[in-house]
């Protein structure tokens, strides 16, 4: 059979299962389960309950401003006292009730289909970051969370990150010494002192990241301290630069009340 024939064959028995799939299971809402026109998507009710970043936010931490009079020379106040170790930040989302409803089933709900829609959100966003990365590397979690919990979320993101912008993923090249207690209720210079040591390369680390601009993937970014301890060990171990991709980014609220 010509190639464009076999072509137009396997098409057709893609689209044909596709349609047989949704007769037999509805196609549902990924936060709500509400009906909606195709797998893997949101209705309307949900998709507008999200809250993508845009412009303007700090051009470092990618933390979202208020405002456009917000921030001196595009960085946030903590930005400007301190930079954190790696070139940027970049999130799809605000993390809110919004982006609750798809990031806490993902990370604690055994809803690991929520990996690729997420992704998708990500490569948008971080669509500049991705383009300039040799290699994505996701935020290791520590051996005992992953027994608790069974898989890695940040490595589910790295890995569908990297299939849909054609970069490599390598997914151990990471790895947390010690686990860290929640970091939910401290500020950040706690923060800091928590995860400080907490993050080492792997046996193969540093000859696959030297020389390289790597993309660092994690869920959630709070006040960075996470992302900016793993960035001290890949600028170590020779990395060029590191840039970061996440879900959704919390709020500082003190830019909120400014």
């Not at 809110?96 to 089933?105: E, F, N, V």
């Not at 990996?115 to 051996?143: K, S, T």
Request: aromatic share 4%.
């Amino acid at each position: 059979m010509p190639a464009p024939a076999l072509r137009r064959l396997q098409g057709g028995l893609r689209q044909a299962s596709a349609r047989l799939l949704d007769a037999l299971l509805p196609p549902r809402c990924l936060a709500c389960d509400g009906e909606v026109a195709a797998q893997g998507t949101l209705c309307a009710t949900c998709f507008s309950g999200l809250s993508p970043i845009t412009p303007p936010f700090c051009g470092r931490c990618g933390v979202p401003f208020a405002h456009g009079g917000q921030g001196a020379e595009d960085l946030c106040p903590r930005c400007q006292q301190r930079a954190p170790a790696f070139l940027s930040a970049r999130a799809a989302l605000r993390y809110d009730a919004g982006a609750k409803r798809l990031i806490l089933p993902f990370k604690h709900g055994d809803r690991t289909d929520l990996a690729w829609p997420l992704a998708r959100q990500m490569a948008r966003a971080g669509a500049d970051l991705l383009a300039r990365a040799d290699l994505i590397v996701p935020v290791p979690a520590h051996w005992r969370r992953l027994l608790g919990r069974r898989y890695d979320q940040a490595a589910l993101l790295a890995r569908a990150l990297g299939s849909i912008a054609g970069r490599p993923v390598v997914p151990d090249l990471l790895r947390r010494t010690r686990r860290t207690p929640p970091l939910a209720d401290k500020g950040a210079a706690e923060r800091a002192v928590t995860v400080e040591g907490a993050f080492a390369l792997s046996r193969h680390g540093q000859r696959a990241v030297a020389g390289r601009h790597v993309a660092l993937v994690d869920d959630v970014v709070t006040s960075g301290a996470t992302a900016d301890a793993c960035a001290k060990v890949l600028l170590a171990a020779g990395a060029v630069a590191v840039e970061v991709l996440a879900v959704a980014r919390v709020p500082d609220p003190r830019l909120r009340d400014t």
